[in-house]
């Protein structure tokens, strides 16, 4: 968790990068009264966020979309650079960002890190860049997003309660970490600190581990009929929903983070590889044994998944009530929840296709569990 | 569809396994007024059965558990049976109904189909059973389950809006289709006819795979440090729900289709030593588009699941209002939602741990979007 306050970031903060994450840092920056400048190599991304009240347009002399501009280059230096440029490009954007700024904190905010911070340790070894003048550069990584991108899908609040790491390393100076820190504490996010590898390592297991899993489990559907389609329920639904995500975003992280991940599959292939060999031969001694080996192996790895809050895994009751399709149904039965003064902890519906009810799903404290279902009895909804 | 009406469903019906499932069923026809008769093996969960009001316990003449006891051997003869033992002896089980019982119908309800049916066209092969004998059985299955297992569990609105799939084959009765598909639909679920060569490829497809996919990435977190598993969003915890699931069943159904799902897994293990060997040499020519390749598939293939009621995947556009953790507040949204005549085709709770607030996404008709925003924001809802 952050120590640092806002006094920590040194402002103006120039947002290098105006798509769907770096105008919504704008926003959040903008709606707690920091000075917000916006540069995007599109002029027409930079006038949308602009325009939604992210920060105030700048060109920057040299930059390639600027060049020819003459006018308008703008000449208020930031004390603060947040790259928010594609992650492909953001090692050589924070580093020309070094180079132009020699007193301001860069921050960039890639999905990976080792290779943006790889890119500014080369610059260095180079000699383009003082060892002094990269340790002003520190990595973050905001965990948020949406299903849209883009400056116009962007939100001041896509951050709020969202993990934001921070990654020092030995050779990141502590204002950059502060300054970083307060940053990400301004636009509501929680502060994460670990190092690059730490992090990389992580995001390989909890993000792209399961986006791989999900669009291998989703490309087999492509020549499914659609009369077993319809048989799917929240099962496939639930581990297949971020295999609608953009390839080309995709393609930059999941080869940013080559080696880690792939060191990962290599395990999930052998234990494919073993099913496999299973399968093949279901009434071989041993056979089944193994298959239910591999489903408690994931028994116990789901296991450890915290809950919401960071509560411990599983610590909630389930409460489901039948509600039919029509406006107020799901109020009402969350009314008498909030009458009966239990708290939702979570809350899904549960719906198969080609019918027109639900089952709603609301997650409370096991203390809470009995006394609940017997309010909404009483108030004549079908808990089942 | 169903088109069978109650009377197509031959009384009593007799119940052959009181797990979740068979005094859910037992439930279900008892809240429709059918005569019910309930046996299991296990004296203490045929009790429970019976005592939660799923039907009428009886002793069957022969039965490993009935043996001996001699009194109280039941003498009423079921109209239709169903099995409801676990899958892998649930062919016996049905094989064993056909020969007690000549006139009765015969369905079961295990989650794959076909072991099920060999099962039964062995008995005629044998000789133990005629060809006419062999035409009463007819193979279904409930696409419904709780996470947690047995008759305390079980509820008579299990069945609610689920799919339940009715085998009808070339040498089945038609009076037996009939009855299974009368009995589903007494339970409350939405009967889908298709043969069971089509069932076990279709659920290898949309639940297996899912099951393996989900329990492969669950492994993999056996060994996360803490610290990595913090930073956990919903798309992890959406694709490793279901590997929650309980090994012993597992197991059954796994070895039981085990034909159809190597299938599926060596076109999955093929795509996925593809993504291996494109990220051990990230840079190589071609090997971006190989990924983003991959991604596109997973894209195609899950915009083709099918959305709530059969809905068009996709159809529905989500409002995302910040709520904090006190009772009453999602209430006081969805209350907002319901005055403003907009109804809720889908919800859920997005939350991050570590922190006390929360997104609920509202998903509603594309075209009622702004105006929920506006309804919303005026009652100074924060809609993201």
Redesign the interface.
Known sequence: MSTAGPAALPQPVLVRGTGLLGTSIGLALRGSGVEVLLHDPSPSALAVARDIGAGRAVELEGDVAGAGAGEGTDVTTPGTVVVAAPPDVAGRVAVDSLLRWPEAVVMDIASVKASVQTDVRAAVEKGLLSAESASRYVGTHP?AGR?RSGPVAA????F????W?VCAEPDTAAEAVAAAEALAALTGA?V?T?DAG?HD???A???H??????????????Q??????????N??????????????L??QI??GN?TR??E??????A???R??GT??A??APG??LD?????????????????????PP?AFA?VTV?VD????????V??A???A????E????D??????????EISVLPGRREELTAALTERGW?V?
Chains 1, 2 share one sequence.
Do not use: C, F, Y
Not at 209 to 218: D, E, T
Not at 224 to 233: E, K, M, N, Q, R
Not at 341 to 344: P, R
């Open positions: 965990m299903e939100r001041g609040t896509l709020t309660a969202a993990p790491v929680t994460h670990m730490e390592a992580s995001v297991l909890i993000s581990l399961p986006q791989v899993a999900a669009s291998l489990v989703a490309s087999r559907l492509q499914t009929p659609a009369a077993s389609l319809a048989l799917a329920g099962g496939l639904r639930d581990t297949t929903r971020i295999a609608a995500s953009d390839p080309q995709w393609v999941l080869a080559a991940l792939v990962i599959l290599h395990g999930v292939r234990d494919l590889d099913l496999i399968l093949e279901p009434d056979a089944r298959i239910a080996q591999l489903i408690a192996e994931g028994n116990a790895g789901q296991a450890r998944i915290p809950g919401k809050h960071g509560a599983q389930v039948v399709d029509t406006p107020g149904q799901i109020a009402a969350l009314q929840t909030g009458d003064g239990v708290n939702v979570d809350l899904r519906m719906h198969a296709s080609g019918h027109e009810v639900g089952m709603l079908k089942v």
